[in-house]
C-alpha cells in the first residue's frame, strides 16, 4: 500500500504566492521521481513541474521561472512553491510519484488533488 497525500492550495490573488507539499507513504522501497500536474476545467491534464532523484527538475514553459519544485528524499515529499501567480494558473494540482514498492515492480501513484484559484 502506498499513499500520496497533498497539502497546501486554496485561494490567492494574482501576483500572489502558494506553496503546496506532497508525501508518499507506505510500502516504499525507491522513489524514482515525483512531481506535479494539473489540470483546469476543459483542459487535459499537464506536467507542471517534475524532479527525479538526482535533484534534477523540469518545469512547463508557462510556468518556469515563477513556480520553484524541491524535493526531500528523507521525508519522500516534494514541494512546489509558486509565485506571482496568475488567473491561468487556477487547477487542480495533483501530485505523483514513481514508486518502487521492491527491486521490480514500480508503479505511479497519484494524489487526491489539490484546489490552486487565483483571482484576477
Known amino acids: 500500500q502506498v499513499q500520496v497525500v497533498e497539502s497546501g492550495g ?3 490573488q ?3 504566492s ?3 507539499s506532497c508525501v ?3 510500502s516504499i522501497f525507491r522513489i524514482v ?3 506535479w500536474y494539473r489540470q483546469a476545467p476543459g483542459n ?4 507542471v513541474a517534475s524532479v527525479n532523484s538526482g535533484g534534477a527538475t523540469d518545469y ?3 510556468v518556469r521561472g515563477r513556480f520553484t519544485i524541491s524535493r526531500d528524499n528523507a521525508q519522500n515529499a516534494v514541494y512546489l512553491q509558486m509565485t506571482t501567480l496568475k488567473p491561468e494558473d487556477t487547477a487542480v494540482y495533483y501530485c505523483y510519484a514513481y514508486i518502487y514498492t521492491n527491486v521490480r515492480s514500480w508503479n505511479q501513484y ?7 484559484t487565483v483571482s484576477s
Do not use: H, N
Not at 487535459?44 to 506536467?47: A, D, T
Not at 497519484?110 to 490552486?116: E, K, L, S
Open 24 to 26: 508518499a507513504s507506505g
Open 44 to 47: 487535459e491534464r499537464e506536467l
Open 60 to 62: 512547463a514553459d508557462s
Open 18 to 20: 502558494l506553496g503546496l
Open 33 to 35: 521521481a515525483m512531481g
Open 14 to 16: 494574482a501576483g500572489g
Open 10 to 12: 486554496g485561494l490567492v
Open 110 to 116: 497519484w494524489g487526491q488533488g489539490t484546489q490552486v
